[in-house]
């Protein structure tokens, strides 16, 4: 992992080539929800206005109470129910299985601002280049009134643990997004993990199968969700380093997780 991630700046950026460059490519975009019926709406919308990009647009209820699965099919997204016990990894595995196409963009359901460019964008560096394998976005995230400040877990937790047991990956700006786009083969050989860990495991999966050099990063600007409070933070912070920990082989792969 000595090589830096390939990083999209957002005047690349160009749709008509990312139309014209997709070829055979069909895209999929998945989505996992819980409780997120105010937002869910206006990201499917906002994915919909590219919709001659997307062939296939998948939301997975991670057992909501709110009816965030009505909502979703109001606007038009198929939607699947989670089985089992639920998590994040477990919904998006599930959308996974739910599609065939060979791009997949995964997308979180809360954020407040989605813009219709989010699929295109992410899937540019998949298209232009077949060395690329998985991209990651860079943007900045407001903390309530402030302008930067959120991502906690993510500058206290994830890039750390990243600079310190797999040098180079810390310059993955943003490991813990929910925004990633990658390659269907990409994933073969390759278990999600179940909950908040799903996206540091996949990176450092996919970084030691194929090199940080077969990564990108794309700028998407600003990044609006809602913010957590911290004692919902702790949990998914240690989720996040088990997952690293364990990939590094310094804790057994069967410890409980909570989801």
Do not use: C
Not at 21 to 36: F, M, Q, T, W
Not at 80 to 102: E, F, H, I, M, N
Not at 184 to 192: C, E, P
Not at 233 to 246: I, N, S
């Amino acid at each position: 992992m000595v090589d830096a991630p390939w990083t999209l700046p957002a005047s690349a950026y160009s749709y008509s080539r990312v139309r014209d460059l997709r070829g055979e490519e069909s895209i999929a975009v998945v989505i996992p929800v819980r409780d997120e019926a105010a937002t869910i709406g206006d990201v499917i919308d906002a994915v919909r206005d590219h919709e001659e990009l997307i062939d296939e647009l998948v939301v997975v209820d991670d057992h909501s109470t709110d009816g965030s699965a009505r909502v979703a099919e109001r606007h038009g997204a198929k939607v699947v129910q989670a089985d089992g016990p639920g998590g994040k990894g477990r919904a998006l595995a599930a959308g996974v299985q739910a599609t065939t196409s060979s791009l997949l963009v995964f997308l979180d359901g809360d954020v407040v601002n989605t813009t219709p460019d989010y699929v295109a964008r992410l899937v540019q560096p998949l298209v232009e280049s077949p060395r690329t394998q998985l991209v990651k976005p860079i943007y900045e995230r407001p903390y309530f009134d402030m302008p930067t400040g959120g991502g906690r877990v993510n500058e206290l937790a994830a890039r750390p643990i990243l600079a310190l047991l797999f040098p180079g990956l810390e310059e993955v700006r943003q490991p813990l997004a929910g925004e990633t786009a990658l390659r269907r083969a990409t994933l073969d050989g390759i278990d999600l993990a179940p909950g908040y860990d799903i996206e540091i495991a996949l990176l450092i999966d996919v970084a030691r199968r194929h090199g940080l050099d077969a990564m990108a990063q794309v700028d998407l600007g600003v990044r609006r969700h809602r913010n957590r409070p911290l004692d919902e933070l702790r949990p998914m912070a240690t989720e996040v380093l088990r997952a690293a920990l364990v990939r590094f082989g310094l804790e057994r792969p069967d410890d409980d997780v909570a989801d």
